[in-house]
């Protein structure tokens, strides 16, 4: 074994050739696969998928790759502009598990004032207002209701009503905006 002796050497002033070369050729070898491997990452045949609605979809061309994986920030419109009329009127939905949060949506397009109220399965009230001619009740539950069948009630005291009923139900809050 070739030893070399170097005055003033911290480590004691004796060095191994072939450990020096080794471990250069060690150095330069781990620093060419490092080199390698962030080329390979960052090639043009790399894929990024993005989630749009319920579909996942490649950057790259833009092909379709799946359908229906998840369906995030889902919200269920469980009544559908319902017409009201005459001095009384209601719509009825029901909650399923999993969707507390609540929109509801009363439009009066007729020419008297409309109450709202909205009930939950016991008859206790949960929102209640009134609407005046060309207005419309939109508004958000404050908290997640519980499942079950709760009711949007609609009433005037002078000419026949006219307008919709419209009712969303989400998982989140935020789906209702």
């Known amino acids: 074994m ?21 471990t250069i050729a060690a150095a330069l070898l781990l620093s060419s696969l490092s080199i390698g491997s962030s080329a390979m990452a960052s090639s043009p045949d790399t894929v990024v998928s993005h989630v749009t609605g ?12 799946s359908e229906n994986v998840f369906t995030p920030m889902e ?24 969707y507390g949060w609540v ?8 020419t008297t004032d409309i109450t709202v109220s909205v009930t939950d399965p016991s008859g206790s009230q949960l929102m209640y207002d ?5 207005g419309a009740f939109d ?24 307008g919709y009923i419209a009712v969303k139900v989400a998982q989140h809050e935020n789906e209702l905006q």
Request: proline share 4%.
């Open 2 to 22: 070739n030893r070399k002796f170097i005055p003033n050497n911290p480590i004691g002033g004796i060095i191994l050739k072939k450990s020096i070369k080794g």
């Open 54 to 65: 319920n579909k996942v979809q490649d950057l790259v061309d833009s092909e379709k790759i």
């Open 75 to 98: 919200v269920k419109k469980l009544v559908n502009n319902k017409k009201v009329k005459g001095t009384q009127g209601s719509a009825t939905f029901d909650i399923p598990s999993g």
């Open 103 to 110: 929109k509801v949506y009363v439009k009066n397009e007729g």
């Open 130 to 134: 009134t609407i005046k001619p060309g």
């Open 139 to 162: 508004e958000i539950s404050s908290s997640a209701w519980g499942t079950g069948k709760h009711t949007v009630g609609v009433s005037t005291s002078g000419d026949d009503m006219a």
